[in-house]
């Protein structure tokens, strides 16, 4: 009997997923196993193994030509004991919920997000044109805000204390502004409206969702800097450095820091999502304002941030398909 595997969650958990289905796949030559995601079967577009195997949860017929010939499974990497007692990654996580082993050495880190060539060569235009034209020796992609945010008095609030505030995240965009191209990547509601500091990259062509032209955008850019979000995923996948600051959530489990350049202010209690609520509404409660930044936080930042980019060595990021170009 073949598998259908159901990912639940944000688009971060989705990304996180896929190392763990390639390793499914080598181990398990006869499973014909199909994937059903709740919204994100587009970070999978382009994957030589994956992308014929993945559904969208909303797609008609499913329960006749997915689910009722197949053994259906919810892999949770958030109930994975080493995770949520942060000692694993999401990727580890999510290889523990579908693998069911505690091996994780022959995982990939990077390397498993796909772009075609036309995707790969539209990013690499737009980028290479806005340096360009604003005479920018860099482009950074910026993700300041979680899917927890929402508006209160017009001003970004995230109760669980993951997105960046909005004052200290333009603070570091107009620093950056002198020597690069920024490129907002979280929702447009919540980008001030009286600024042109930084390009919002909509969405709006005609033929390719937010997601795979923010994807190529991330695989094109020379610096990342976000929060605890599906950006920084889609980051560590195409092998970019950056910057990630973090709140609520623990660096080791939520993020990468093998990889990135971590800055918090504090040592947050875990937030368990998914496994105990009422504990993860408290916990939210005694981690609020941990993304609140010092004038001296802030200073900080900005001063790795240019040592980055000033003593940065390029990364060459090769895949092992023929296809080529690759958001929450």
Sequence with gaps: MNTTFIVTGGAGRAVCSIPAFEKYHRLNPEDD?????????????????????????????????????????????????????????????????????????????????????YEKKQAKQFVNNLKKDKNKKHCVVTQPFGSGVELIDNIPHDDTSR?????????????????????????????????????????????LPYFRLLMGLISECDYFIGCDSVGQHIARAFGKPGMILMGATGDKCFSYPDHFRIYRNGTPRYFPWRLAEPDAMFAARMNDGMMEMTKESLEEIKAIIDEDLGERTSHTYTQTSESVFNYD
């Excluded at 006749?64 to 053994?71: A, L, P, Q, S």
């Excluded at 909005?166 to 107009?174: A, M, R, T």
């Excluded at 620093?175 to 990259?201: A, G, M, P």
């Design 33 to 117: 196993f199909r994937i059903v995601v709740h919204g994100w079967d587009m970070l999978f577009w382009s994957h030589p193994i994956l992308q014929d195997r993945v559904f969208n949860a909303v797609q008609k017929g499913l329960f006749e030509t997915v689910f009722k010939n197949n053994r259906t499974v919810m892999p949770e990497p958030y109930h994975a004991y080493e995770f949520y007692n942060e000692q694993i990654n999401l990727i580890e996580a999510w290889d523990y919920a579908i693998n069911n082993t505690c091996d994780h050495s022959d995982l990939k880190q990077e390397g498993y997000l796909y772009l075609s060539r």
């Design 163 to 207: 997105s960046i505030e909005q004052h200290d995240y333009y603070e570091i965009v107009n620093h950056l502004h002198k020597n690069s191209v920024v490129l907002y990547s979280s929702q447009e509601q919540f980008k001030r409206s009286d600024d042109n500091i930084t390009i919002s990259f909509d969405g709006t062509h005609p033929t």
